[in-house]
Nanobody, 115 residues
Framework: QVQLVESGGGLVQAGGSLRLSCAAS????????MGWYRQAPGKQRELVAN???????NYADSVKGRFTISRDSAKSTVYLQMNSLKSEDTAVYYC?????????WGKGTLVTVSS
């Protein structure tokens, strides 16, 4: 089992920045990839960014150049630095950790960007 706890969400004005954190605990040595997803009201959950155990990263086109994902293996934490936030970034952001056949989710943290 893997437990994920997100933090860092909140209210920010358009153009501002936030940093989300996701602390992982449990059987984390088996995790292949960690990432962030988001779900806006009335929309499906979508991938924002992920980072693989080897260090490769992947971003949604909508956040490229604005968001940066990073992973601190020593602290078992993954971060999402969000800059130049837009109103369309408003969503609940969920941390995800995955390995073969299994996927774990945090409870989510709300990010609200006011225009």
């Amino acid at each position: 089992q893997v437990q994920l706890v997100e933090s860092g969400g909140g209210l920010v004005q358009a153009g501002g920045s936030l940093r989300l954190s996701c602390a992982a605990s449990g059987s984390i040595s088996s995790i292949d990839v960690m990432g962030w997803y988001r779900q806006a009201p009335g929309k499906q959950r979508e991938l924002v960014a992920n980072v693989f155990s080897g260090g490769d990263t992947n971003y949604a086109d909508s956040v490229k150049g604005r968001f940066t994902i990073s992973r601190d293996s020593a602290k078992s934490t993954v971060y999402l630095q969000m800059n130049s936030l837009k109103s369309e970034d408003t969503a609940v952001y969920y941390c995800n950790a995955a390995r073969t056949f299994l996927s774990y989710w945090g409870k989510g943290t709300l990010v609200t960007v006011s225009s």
